[in-house]
Structure formats: structure tokens, C-alpha cells
């Protein structure tokens, strides 16, 4: 994993909340990481969760992060979208610091600040089912 990577996990807040407990109680008593924790989204169902990142939403990510656009309209080119759709996509994504966006005169650049996003689904153990039964 790189220093520059986006955890994304599937937990409840409960699971949240204990492990930032336990960071605090590290903290204070001094035992804190030595390096920088990774930076982590957490959503409470994997419905939430694909509703951030479709298909569509990683694609344009990757076109992003590979293309580095000058703008919203150049990254709707990259990825043969509407640029309405392309912006309302990267604000959602923007809400959840996914990505960023650097003004630069009357454009808005937006910029993927991680090298890769690691989405953790567990199958096992606390995970608590998100769908209805088929």
C-alpha cells in the first residue's frame, strides 16, 4: 500500500467508533503509528457505497489520475460523458474528499489526490446485510 492511498471500508459506526477510541487511547499514552495513518472513508452499507463509486464515477476517476484534466469539461471528453453529469459526478465525489478541485482562472481542475483507493468489502463477521432477500 502506498502512503497515498484511500481506504474505503464497509462498517458499522459502532466499528468506527471503537477504532477511533482506540487510535485516541494510543495517542494519549503516546503509542501512536509511526507513520501517518491512511486516509479512510467508511460507509455503513455497501449500497451507500456503490452509490459513490459506480462504474462510472471509477472510470472517471482513473481518466483523472492518468489524464490529469485541465478542467470538468476536458475530463467529460476523456471519459465521453455530459459535462453535467461529469460535474454533479465529481461534486458527490468531492463531498466525500475524494477529489479536489484546484481553480485556475475560470476553470475548476479537479485532481484525484490518492495513487490508488482500496475498497474493503468483508464477506465474514460484522458486516450486516444491506439488501433484501432475492
Keep these: 500500500m502506498t502512503p497515498n492511498t484511500l481506504i474505503v471500508t464497509v462498517e458499522s459506526i459502532g466499528a468506527i467508533q ?69 460535474s454533479e459526478n465529481l461534486e458527490r465525489l468531492e463531498a466525500y474528499d475524494v477529489v479536489e478541485f484546484v481553480d485556475e482562472g475560470r476553470a475548476k481542475r479537479p485532481v484525484v489526490p490518492y495513487d490508488e483507493i482500496d475498497i474493503r468489502l468483508p464477506l465474514r463477521g460484522t458486516a450486516e446485510r444491506d439488501v433484501a432477500p432475492a
Excluded at 33 to 58: G, K, N, Y
Excluded at 59 to 84: F, G, H, M, N, T
Design 18 to 86: 471503537q477504532r477511533t477510541t482506540e487510535a485516541f487511547r494510543q495517542a494519549l499514552a503516546g503509542d501512536g503509528p509511526e507513520e501517518d495513518a491512511p486516509h479512510r472513508l467508511s460507509f455503513e452499507t455497501t449500497d451507500q457505497l456503490a452509490t459513490v463509486f459506480t462504474p462510472r464515477a471509477i472510470d472517471l476517476l482513473q481518466a483523472i489520475a492518468q489524464a490529469e484534466p485541465a478542467s470538468i469539461r476536458e475530463a467529460a471528453r476523456l471519459v465521453d460523458r455530459d459535462v453535467k453529469q461529469v
